[in-house]
């Protein structure tokens, strides 16, 4: 019912930039939040950081300063600016989508993109 693809990870050495984008298809309520998350290995999935279709955001303290979220809601579309990436955020980085369900309101139902791979070098 929700579709999610992310684009743009890649390999970058440390101190560069990567933009991560995340497009979302289906049946999207007007309300919901999208976020990123990543996963490295040996470690469990962690949230970088969501944003609300209203525009609050929340970033991992790891990412504050460096990375930026954003939006644009006609597009159903959400970006992840990182800059002055570090080796620590070697990850799969996955976008995320969680609404209350379409036909089944009293839920909130996650869809998740298939991961996109973030190498940091050092």
């Known amino acids: 019912q929700v579709q999610l693809v992310e684009s743009g990870g890649g390999l970058v050495q440390a101190g560069g930039s990567l933009r991560l984008s995340c497009a979302a298809s289906?049946?999207?309520?007007?309300?919901?939040?999208m976020g990123w998350y990543r996963q490295a290995p040996g470690k469990q999935r962690e949230l970088v950081a969501s944003?609300?279709?209203?525009?609050?955001?929340i970033y991992a303290d790891s990412v504050k300063g460096r990375f930026t979220i954003s939006r644009d809601n006609a597009k159903n579309t959400v970006y992840l600016q990182m800059n002055s990436l570090k080796p620590e955020d070697t990850a799969v980085y996955y976008c995320?989508?969680?609404?209350?369900?379409?036909?089944?309101?009293?839920?909130?139902?996650?869809?998740w993109g298939q991961g996109t791979q973030v190498t940091v070098s050092s």
């Open positions: 289906g049946s999207i309520r007007s309300i919901n939040t």
């Open positions: 995320n989508l969680n609404q209350l369900g379409v036909w089944t309101g009293f839920r909130f139902y996650d869809y």
């Open positions: 944003a609300t279709s209203g525009g609050s955001t």
